[in-house]
C-alpha cells in the first residue's frame, strides 16, 4: 500500500506565497508521475501541475502558468509546489496524485493524498 502525506497548506493574503509538499511512502517500485490538483467548493477537481519522475518534463493549468512552480526529490519520493502571487480565486483543498507501480510487474495505479486547504484573502 502507498501513502501520500500532504503539507502545507494554510491561509495567506492575495500576493502572497505558499509551499505544498507531499511525501509518499510505503512499497513503491516505482513513481511514473506526480501531480497537484485541486477543488474548490461546488466545483470539480482540477489539474493544476504534473511532473514526471525521470525527465522533469512539466505541465501547468493555463490559470497557474508563471505563478506556480512543480519541483520533485526522487529520493525522498515528495513533490513540492510552490505557489506565488497567490489569487482568491486559487483558494481549494490541493490534493497530490502519485502515479505508482509497486512492483516490476505490477500495473500503474493511481494514489491520492488526502488534501490540505488553501485559502487566499483578498
Known amino acids: 500500500q502507498v501513502q501520500l502525506v500532504e503539507s502545507g497548506g494554510g491561509l495567506v493574503q492575495a500576493g502572497g506565497s505558499l509551499r505544498l509538499s507531499c511525501a509518499a511512502s510505503g512499497i513503491i517500485f516505482r513513481i511514473n508521475a506526480m501531480g497537484w490538483y485541486r477543488q474548490a467548493p461546488g466545483k470539480q477537481r482540477e489539474l493544476v501541475a504534473t511532473?514526471?519522475?525521470?525527465?522533469?518534463?512539466?505541465t501547468y493549468a493555463d490559470s497557474v502558468k508563471g505563478r506556480f512552480t512543480i519541483s520533485r526529490d526522487n529520493a525522498n519520493n515528495t513533490v513540492y509546489l510552490q505557489m506565488n502571487s497567490l489569487k482568491p480565486e486559487d483558494t481549494a483543498v490541493y490534493y497530490c496524485?502519485?502515479?505508482?507501480?509497486?512492483?516490476?510487474?505490477?500495473?500503474?495505479?493511481?494514489?491520492w493524498g488526502q488534501g490540505t486547504q488553501v485559502t487566499v484573502s483578498s
Open positions: 496524485g502519485y502515479t505508482v507501480q509497486i512492483s516490476r510487474w505490477a500495473v500503474r495505479r493511481d494514489y
Open positions: 511532473i514526471t519522475s525521470t525527465s522533469s518534463t512539466t
